[in-house]
């Protein structure tokens, strides 16, 4: 099982890393989540980006340390180079209303009040909310549902499709029998 090389997409909310650390842990592959390279380490965080081609050196120089490994989060913007890694994928999906429902109880655990109307994360919280509000009605121009099926008419790997509506153990459980009978 340490050959896999397995990417976990989906909406923002949808459970991706939530999954991807628990397959990690069950098939004792090392975790990445693309927003610890996409994102600058700052204080707020989710502020300044990586240039591509920073985020690309520093998660490809992670991942040829490991034989395997689970990689949750989004790369279709900047991942093309990873395509060919993959062993499997999978896409995660979640209705809307629950996926918001994680995402607002998620900014309001991470920040507190300071995500209050009155507080100095407010605006940032609110266009978050706004942009992952978009995802099942925008087109390819913007992390979607349409831009994340036409990346996945680009995989070279077989794709597992699963809903999030299970609690992970189960879900894991699910795709792990999954990923054998791949």
């Known amino acids: 099982m340490s050959q896999h090389r397995i990417h976990i997409f989906g909406a923002s909310g949808s459970g991706t890393s939530t999954l991807g650390r628990e397959l990690a842990d069950r098939l004792s592959l090392q975790f990445f ?21 920073d985020r690309i050196h520093m998660l490809l120089d992670d991942m040829n340390k490991t034989e395997g490994w689970v990689l949750s989060g ?23 209303d629950i996926r918001l429902h994680r995402l607002r109880q998620r900014e309001k655990q991470r920040y507190g009040d300071r995500a209050d109307e009155s507080d100095d994360r407010y605006e940032a919280s609110k266009a978050f909310l706004e942009w992952a ?16 099926e ?7 790997c077989p794709i597992i499709r699963v809903q999030s509506l299970e609690p992970v153990a189960k879900l894991a459980n699910e795709v792990i029998a999954k990923l054998r009978s791949n």
């Open 33 to 53: 989540d693309a927003d610890d390279y996409y994102w600058q380490q700052t204080d707020p965080p989710y502020i300044l980006k990586h240039v591509p081609e």
């Open 74 to 96: 989004s790369v279709v913007s900047w991942g093309d180079v990873f395509i060919p890694l993959f062993t499997s994928a999978i896409f995660i999906t979640l209705p809307q």
């Open 133 to 148: 509000a978009l995802y099942d009605t925008a087109g390819a121009e913007v992390r979607s549902l349409v831009m994340h």
């Open 150 to 156: 036409v990346w996945m008419k680009r995989l070279d």
